[in-house]
């Protein structure tokens, strides 16, 4: 079958967004509905795959299809591409099938050109109008088409202004714009070797294939990465008529949200300028006014707006971020899509939405993204604090953040990988900046509005951003602000900070407050927890971690490692001169000090845990983390037998102790002495935690506590080293519980980060009463990476040359570390039925990673406090899109056990 490369809007619909993209598949549905939309078609996103396939050719058929589908546009419109006399002018804009707002180019007023434009002057009996899009379009096409930098163009315009001493664009002459076209051609043949093209099929052709080409620009590029959008989607692109928003007063462009996206709250929001067009809104180059202004300037075109936005939202049954223009008093829509927002309007417009039954509480769930949770819970400047107010702009994106002010994006970027926390500080963001905000804390713009490129972009990162402080005055490499009748300079370095809830910018640094659940929020997460079939644990290491893990709705810890336990000051030197010790004795001793600093800490997890499963884990570090350096005793020792004051003993002991260090050393600690190799090889040290576990049980019981302790044995790659471990707990147990101890439920299990012990499950899972799936360790084992190592050396290569489709640390790798979990728990379980199996590494908070655990059949899944909600949530999620997939597993299990 033959491929169709053109859609007409009239021809396309809702649910043809995978090839139309999202912006072409909306303004078809919005014209099958009978929405003002001016008329268009679309060249798919299958043209944009053969584009890159072809080595950057059209494919053969494009450009018949495209000048068949210009001809009945230009019918219906009453005008001809690139006649004199009745010009069509059209907008060339991408239309991804995700969105990615200000990622990729747009032209407008293509079709002008020497002749045109005085037709366009004389059908519309305005040459000052039709001269302002001539130049708009040879900034527009220069930029997009030839890759000449915008300043070029802009600093043209700004000497113009200034000469003629006007202040808006508005107020420059047609002569003016004459001048400037001028200005602008040089450019254009100083910078590319070439005039600017007279034949608008030329220009047309060259557009297209420009917006293709910015599917692979950079900061495209970056924007998929982040939001890990395929780069195998392509783009599409809208060819439409153009309506003019620079016709005069009664003319106009704006954007507009259904809803708050900052806030959720359920009223428009959006800013308009009037005679202007659609760029100078979302480049934030002019300050917008409020959507509400529109009412009374123009109350028709308001209160259609007003229905239609209505009308939109409950179509698509989500907010929507609506782009509109008014030509002469009549409203035209140019894209609806569903709007960016923050995790705080997220989660109440959803929540709102099922409880006007506009969706159901699934949809609702469904619709979060759980890593915006993450987000939500934003930092808040403390109310007990003087603060310096320098300024205060708009209130773009909310949170605060503290930071060395930063001038341009690169720099911020090499801060942060410096360890410095930046501001981004600019006159306005362009797309090109998305490296700077991703880098920065956050956000500081002296011109733009609520829906700037850098409004949108940090909202969508979760991003401390005040757009439009226009009190700030940017220049090189500071900037000042009128403050307390003084005139105040920062400087590149100088410490500043921005609440984007106030829109206020702060000298100094300031004192941040943790955030709080919202009640929606509460609400999202009562839902999710209605529908999750996965339970969701926390990792904690202490009481304070563990209280707030369960305020967040934790069902347990999942992972307690004992090992962070001992890095406080006070007892490290404990820990030494346990391991140090020369003798049974020396090592009771230091073993005797432990013992009720480690009750203590199991009394406060328990008691912060009442009637939730504790998992505690065994001590598991690589010996060298608790010794002292080798390297540094070494010169110790230099220095000590070349000073002629140093004592005999002093040498003597120094000696010793680097004697102790070097038999300790292992070539390769991680994979050395460590989890239960030490406690088969030191019993003792797993003697002292079991009797400080069962301990604190005894004293937590007498409070009346209820205490459901999981002792974990780390490492295990063999079943007799798990049957060792478990005869000693058992026994510790026994002495410590007496006649309780065979009633008493506590449970022993392992955790599985050793690929023969996933391999030997079935054998290990006799003598487990659990699987905890260690996968930062299991996915070190497997790939054999070294993690440490990987992140700081190859692994970002590996990920950005594709060679890895994620970091295997960060997502789960479902092809290799999977099917050792996947194998493991199925061999696990047809030895125990009843065998309860979760993961605790990092990926326990990921959502991808969730959803495979949740396939997979787990039990489980352990994660860091503040990632619990997020936790919860994709549970839900996974629920709600893969079903209970453990009705087939255990299918699979009965006919295995037959």
Same mark, same amino acid.
């Given at each position: 079958?033959?491929?169709?490369?053109?859609?007409?809007?009239?021809?396309?619909?809702?649910?043809?967004?995978?090839?139309?993209?999202?912006?072409?598949?909306?303004?078809?549905?919005?014209?099958?509905?009978?929405?003002?939309?001016?008329?268009?078609?679309?060249?798919? &996103?299958?043209?944009?795959?053969?584009?890159?396939?072809?080595?950057?050719?059209?494919?053969?058929?494009?450009?018949?299809?495209?000048?068949?589908?210009?001809?009945?546009?230009?019918?219906?419109?009453?005008?001809?591409?690139?006649?004199?006399?009745?010009?069509?002018?059209?907008?060339?804009?991408?239309?991804?099938?995700?969105?990615?707002?200000?990622?990729?180019? &747009?032209?407008?007023?293509?079709?002008?050109?020497?002749?045109?434009?005085?037709?366009?002057?004389?059908?519309?009996?305005?040459?000052?109008?039709?001269?302002?899009?001539? @130049?708009?379009?040879?900034?527009?096409?220069?930029?997009?088409?030839?890759?000449?930098?915008?300043?070029?163009?802009?600093?043209?315009? /700004?000497?113009?202004?200034?000469?003629?001493?006007?202040?808006?664009?508005?107020?420059?002459?047609?002569?003016?714009?004459?001048?400037?076209?001028?200005?602008?051609?040089?450019?254009?043949?100083?910078?590319?070797?070439?005039?600017?093209?007279?034949?608008?099929?030329?220009?047309?052709? !060259?557009?297209?294939?420009?917006?293709?080409?910015?599917?692979?620009?950079?900061?495209?590029?970056?924007?998929?990465?982040?939001?890990?959008?395929?780069?195998? $989607?392509?783009?599409?692109?809208?060819? $439409?008529?153009?309506?003019?928003?620079?016709?005069?007063?009664?003319?106009?462009?704006?954007?507009?949200?259904?809803?708050?996206?900052?806030?959720?709250?359920? @009223?428009?929001?959006?800013?308009?300028?009037?005679?202007? $067009?659609?760029?100078?809104?979302?480049?934030?180059?002019?300050?917008?006014?409020?959507?509400? $202004?529109?009412?009374?300037?123009?109350? !028709?075109?308001?209160?259609?707006?007003?229905?239609?936005?209505?009308?939109?939202?409950?179509?698509?049954?989500?907010?929507?971020? %609506?782009?509109?223009?008014?030509?002469?008093?009549?409203?035209?829509?140019?894209?609806?899509?569903?709007?960016?927002?923050?995790?705080?309007?997220?989660?109440?417009?959803?929540?709102?939405?099922?409880?006007?039954?506009?969706?159901?509480?699934?949809?609702?769930?469904?619709?979060?993204?759980?890593?915006?949770?993450?987000?939500?819970?934003? #930092?808040?400047?403390?109310?007990?604090?003087?603060?310096?107010?320098?300024?205060?702009?708009?209130?773009?994106?909310?949170?605060?953040?503290?930071?060395?002010?930063?001038?341009?994006?690169?720099?911020?970027?090499?801060?942060?990988?410096?360890?410095?926390?930046?501001?981004?500080?600019?006159?306005?963001?362009?797309?090109?900046?998305?490296?700077?905000?991703?880098?920065?804390?956050?956000?500081?713009? /002296?011109?733009?509005?609520?829906?700037?490129?850098?409004?949108?972009?940090?909202?969508?990162?979760?991003?401390?951003?005040?757009?439009?402080?226009?009190?700030?005055?940017?220049?090189?490499?500071?900037?000042?602000?009128?403050?307390?009748?003084?005139?105040?300079?920062?400087?590149?370095?100088?410490?500043?900070?921005?609440?984007?809830?106030?829109?206020?910018?702060?000298?100094?640094?300031?004192?941040?407050?943790?955030?709080?659940?919202?009640?929606?929020? *509460?609400?999202?997460?009562?839902?999710?927890?209605?529908?999750?079939?996965? *339970?969701?644990?926390?990792?904690?290491?202490?009481?304070?971690?563990?209280?707030?893990?369960?305020?967040?709705?934790?069902?347990?810890?999942?992972?307690?490692?004992?090992?962070?336990?001992?890095?406080?000051?006070?007892?490290?030197?404990?820990?030494?001169?346990?391991?140090?010790?020369?003798?049974?004795?020396?090592?009771?001793?230091?073993?005797?000090?432990?013992?009720?600093?480690?009750?203590?800490?199991?009394?406060?997890?328990?008691?912060?845990?009442?009637?939730?499963?504790? &998992?505690? #884990?065994?001590?598991?570090?690589?010996?060298?983390?608790?010794?002292?350096?080798?390297?540094?005793?070494?010169?110790?020792?230099? @220095?000590?037998?070349?000073?002629?004051?140093?004592?005999?003993?002093?040498?003597?002991?120094?000696?010793?102790?680097?004697?102790?260090?070097?038999?300790?050393?292992?070539?390769?600690?991680?994979?050395?002495?460590?989890?239960?190799?030490?406690?088969?090889?030191?019993?003792?040290?797993?003697?002292?935690?079991?009797?400080?576990?069962?301990?604190?049980?005894?004293?937590?019981?007498?409070?009346?506590?209820?205490?459901?302790?999981?002792?974990?044995?780390?490492?295990?790659?063999?079943?007799?080293?798990?049957? @060792?471990?478990?005869?000693?707990?058992?026994?510790?147990?026994?002495?410590?519980?007496?006649?309780?101890?065979?009633?008493?439920?506590?449970?022993?299990?392992?955790?599985?980060?050793?690929?023969?012990?996933?391999?030997?499950?079935?054998?290990?899972?006799?003598?487990?009463?659990?699987?905890?799936?260690?996968?930062?360790?299991?996915?070190?084992?497997?790939?054999?990476?070294?993690?440490?190592?990987?992140?700081?050396?190859?692994?970002?290569?590996?990920?950005?040359?594709?060679?890895?489709?994620?970091?295997?640390?960060?997502?789960?790798?479902?092809?290799?570390?999977?099917?050792?979990?996947?194998?493991?728990?199925?061999?696990?379980?047809?030895?125990?039925?009843?065998?309860?199996?979760?993961?605790?590494?990092?990926?326990?908070?990921?959502?991808?990673?969730?959803?495979?655990?949740?396939?997979?059949?787990?039990?489980?899944?352990?994660?860091?406090?503040?990632?619990?909600?997020?936790?919860?949530?994709?549970?839900?999620?996974?629920?709600?899109?893969?079903?209970?997939?453990?009705?087939?597993?255990?299918?699979?299990?009965?006919?295995? %056990?037959?």
């Amino acid at each position: 079958m033959c491929m169709k490369f053109v859609v007409p809007f009239d021809q396309g619909h809702a649910d043809m967004k995978a090839t139309l993209g999202g912006k072409g598949a909306n303004l078809a549905e919005m014209t099958r509905v009978g929405l003002p939309v001016p008329p268009g078609f679309t060249v798919t &996103t299958d043209v944009c795959r053969a584009y890159y396939a072809l080595g950057g050719q059209l494919p053969d058929g494009v450009r018949e299809e495209v000048a068949s589908a210009l001809r009945v546009l230009e019918s219906s419109q009453g005008k001809q591409f690139g006649d004199p006399a009745k010009p069509l002018l059209v907008s060339v804009r991408s239309g991804s099938v995700t969105s990615m707002p200000g990622m990729m180019d &747009t032209i407008l007023n293509l079709g002008l050109n020497d002749e045109t434009v005085a037709g366009l002057a004389a059908l519309t009996g305005d040459a000052r109008f039709a001269y302002d899009c001539y @130049r708009r379009l040879i900034q527009m096409f220069g930029n997009v088409v030839f890759q000449i930098e915008s300043h070029h163009f802009e600093s043209q315009l /700004s000497r113009l202004k200034q000469r003629l001493g006007v202040g808006q664009d508005s107020e420059v002459s047609a002569e003016g714009w004459q001048e400037l076209i001028e200005s602008y051609r040089s450019i254009v043949v100083k910078e590319t070797g070439r005039p600017f093209p007279q034949d608008v099929r030329e220009q047309l052709e !060259l557009a297209v294939e420009a917006v293709f080409r910015s599917w692979n620009n950079t900061r495209a590029q970056v924007y998929r990465k982040i939001h890990r959008i395929p780069d195998e $989607q392509g783009t599409a692109v809208n060819i $439409q008529a153009m309506v003019f928003g620079n016709l005069g007063a009664d003319s106009g462009t704006g954007v507009l949200f259904t809803r708050n996206p900052s806030t959720g709250e359920r @009223r428009l929001y959006g800013e308009y300028l009037i005679n202007a $067009q659609g760029e100078d809104v979302v480049a934030g180059v002019r300050t917008p006014v409020p959507i509400e $202004q529109l009412g009374a300037d123009m109350p !028709l075109v308001f209160d259609q707006l007003e229905r239609t936005a209505a009308m939109l939202e409950k179509h698509y049954k989500d907010m929507q971020d %609506i782009e509109f223009t008014v030509e002469q008093g009549a409203l035209y829509l140019l894209q609806t899509r569903s709007g960016k927002r923050t995790a705080q309007a997220a989660v109440k417009v959803a929540v709102d939405m099922a409880n006007e039954g506009l969706i159901s509480r699934g949809d609702a769930v469904e619709r979060i993204e759980p890593f915006h949770l993450d987000q939500l819970l934003h #930092r808040a400047i403390d109310v007990d604090q003087a603060l310096d107010v320098l300024a205060s702009g708009l209130p773009a994106s909310p949170g605060a953040a503290t930071g060395e002010a930063v001038f341009d994006a690169d720099l911020a970027e090499a801060w942060s990988r410096a360890g410095r926390k930046t501001i981004l500080v600019r006159s306005e963001t362009t797309p090109e900046d998305i490296h700077g905000v991703l880098a920065a804390e956050g956000v500081l713009t /002296s011109r733009g509005g609520m829906t700037s490129h850098a409004a949108v972009v940090a909202r969508g990162m979760g991003k401390p951003c005040v757009c439009g402080c226009e009190a700030v005055r940017i220049e090189d490499r500071s900037f000042v602000v009128h403050a307390g009748g003084e005139f105040v300079t920062i400087r590149e370095g100088d410490t500043i900070s921005i609440d984007g809830s106030t829109g206020r910018v702060i000298r100094g640094g300031v004192n941040l407050r943790e955030p709080e659940l919202t009640e929606e929020l *509460q609400q999202l997460l009562r839902w999710a927890d209605d529908i999750r079939t996965l *339970q969701v644990y926390t990792n904690a290491d202490t009481p304070e971690d563990a209280a707030k893990a369960r305020d967040f709705g934790a069902e347990g810890i999942g992972l307690c490692r004992t090992e962070h336990m001992f890095m406080s000051a006070a007892r490290v030197p404990v820990v030494q001169a346990m391991i140090l010790a020369d003798s049974a004795e020396e090592r009771a001793e230091a073993l005797e000090k432990l013992l009720p600093m480690q009750q203590q800490d199991f009394e406060g997890l328990f008691r912060a845990m009442d009637g939730l499963t504790v &998992t505690i #884990r065994l001590l598991d570090p690589p010996l060298h983390e608790f010794l002292p350096n080798m390297e540094q005793l070494v010169l110790q020792h230099e @220095r000590l037998r070349n000073d002629p004051n140093a004592s005999s003993e002093e040498i003597d002991r120094n000696e010793k102790l680097l004697r102790k260090v070097r038999s300790l050393h292992e070539m390769n600690p991680m994979l050395g002495t460590r989890g239960c190799r030490l406690g088969l090889v030191l019993p003792e040290i797993y003697e002292m935690q079991a009797d400080a576990i069962f301990r604190a049980v005894v004293r937590c019981l007498e409070e009346g506590i209820d205490v459901r302790p999981d002792i974990m044995i780390p490492l295990v790659g063999h079943a007799n080293e798990l049957i @060792r471990m478990r005869e000693l707990v058992t026994k510790r147990a026994e002495a410590i519980l007496g006649d309780k101890a065979a009633t008493f439920p506590y449970h022993v299990g392992t955790m599985i980060e050793v690929p023969r012990a996933a391999i030997t499950a079935a054998q290990i899972a006799k003598h487990a009463d659990f699987f905890s799936f260690g996968t930062n360790d299991l996915t070190q084992m497997t790939f054999g990476y070294s993690r440490d190592d990987a992140e700081g050396k190859f692994l970002a290569h590996y990920v950005e040359t594709k060679l890895l489709p994620e970091n295997p640390f960060q997502v789960l790798d479902e092809d290799g570390v999977g099917r050792l979990i996947e194998w493991a728990v199925e061999q696990g379980k047809a030895v125990k039925p009843l065998l309860k199996t979760g993961i605790c590494g990092e990926h326990g908070g990921d959502k991808s990673s969730i959803f495979f655990c949740h396939a997979a059949g787990l039990d489980y899944v352990s994660c860091s406090p503040y990632r619990v909600p997020l936790a919860r949530i994709a549970a839900a999620q996974a629920q709600l899109a893969l079903g209970h997939p453990q009705s087939d597993a255990e299918r699979s299990l009965s006919e295995h %056990i037959a």
